[in-house]
């Protein structure tokens, strides 16, 4: 029923920048929270950002506080996270997911649907 499409990864040098973006459609996503993870080759999936309905309230996993940022357009079903300051330990599948309600969330549980993945790969 919910359909969601990650794009904008690639392979980029240490230092630099991407930007992910995740459309959505078949759900009402103006009230629905969202989020990034991510998962790496032999590693379990992690918490990386997620964001409220509205943009409002935003919540980032450590690791990445300062280098990450996750927004929200409401108007194009779009939600995106800007990667800064990329390291070699940012690689791997980032995937977006929709939560059941408005709110955060940084667990995978509190998630019920998922896109299919894009690969960021950074080099040394």
């Known amino acids: 029923q919910m359909q969601l499409v990650e794009s904008g990864g690639g392979l980029v040098q240490a230092g630099g920048s991407l930007r992910l973006s995740c459309a959505a459609s078949?759900?009402?996503?103006?009230?629905?929270?969202m989020g990034w993870f991510r998962q790496a080759p032999g590693k379990e999936r992690e918490f990386v950002a997620t964001?409220?309905?509205?943009?409002?309230?935003?919540y980032y996993t450590d690791s990445v506080k300062g280098r990450f940022t996750i927004s929200r357009d409401n108007a194009k079903n779009t939600v995106y996270l800007q990667i800064n300051s990329l390291k070699p330990e940012d690689t791997a599948v980032y995937y977006c997911?929709?939560?059941?309600?408005?709110?955060?969330?940084?667990?995978?549980?509190?998630?019920?649907?998922w896109g299919q993945g894009t690969q960021v790969t950074v080099s040394s």
């Open positions: 078949g759900r009402s996503f103006r009230r629905t929270g």
């Open positions: 964001i409220n309905w509205s943009g409002g309230s935003t």
């Open positions: 997911a929709a939560g059941r309600t408005l709110s955060l969330s940084a667990v995978t549980t509190d998630y019920d649907y």
